[in-house]
Structures are given as C-alpha cells and as structure tokens.
C-alpha cells in the first residue's frame, strides 16, 4: 500500500508563515493559528511543506486503507487562503450559510481574505467539525 504523500513534519511553522510574501496573508495566518490553536488546545505543525494542522485523528477508507490527518488546518496558497476546517457535522450546512465570501470543496473553504468571512461564525465552524472528527474517528497522540 502507497505511503501517504503528505505527513506530519519537524519543520517550524514560524519559519513557513514568515516566508508568506504578501503581508496581509502572513497576518491572517497567524490570526488562523491563534483561533484553531484555541480550538484545538493543540500547537500547530508542519504536514508536508506548506499546511499547518492542528491535532490529530486516524481516518479509514472503505477499503480499509487508513491515514493521518490533522483535525483543523490552513494553508496559503498563491490564490488564496484554504482552511480544512469542514468535516459533515451537525449544523454544518446553516453555519456556512452564515460565513461570508468563500467558495468550498467537501473539506475545504477557500478565501481571498480572512476579512472575507464572519469570525464568530468561523470559531463555531472549526469547533463543530473538531467536535464531528473526535465523536467519528479514533484520535491519535500527537507526535
């Protein structure tokens, strides 16, 4: 079975999010860190070169193949900011509703800005789906 491409690093997030170019993603990065490490109660890491998760759950495929993956996570992207914060849970749906400018993908949110969404929406948003992963998927040790 293939290793997963994206793992769980030593890499330093400090050093990642100062790399950010454009100063108001940069800001908006670190305001992300601050709302799902509050969320979490978790620190951030590195997966891979270029997301930043928060805590750790193991999913399982139908097939029976299983991985790891942070709870909550972001990423800056060229286009835009990409938050993996949605996971099918209980009021998910009404919560987006009320979130602001996005577009999404089944376990994405994509902006442009973090001005863009509605911030006391998007704690409650990355506490339902922490709330979502923990209740459905055996949480792991942090490494």
Known sequence: ?????T????????DFINTVKDEQTRDDCWAVV?????????EPKMWGPSIVGFGLYTYKYASGKTGDWPLVGFSPRKQNLTLYVTSGGDGEDELLEKLGTFTRSK???????????????????????????????????EK
């Open 1 to 5: 079975m293939a290793e997963p491409k």
């Open 34 to 42: 601050k709302l799902m490490q509050d969320a979490t109660k978790a």
């Open 7 to 14: 793992k769980q690093t030593n890499a330093s997030v400090e």
């Open 107 to 141: 376990a994405c949110i994509y902006v442009k800005r973090l001005s863009d969404l509605h911030l006391p929406t998007l704690k409650k948003l990355i506490t339902a789906s922490i709330k979502h992963l923990r209740k459905t998927y055996p949480l792991k040790k």
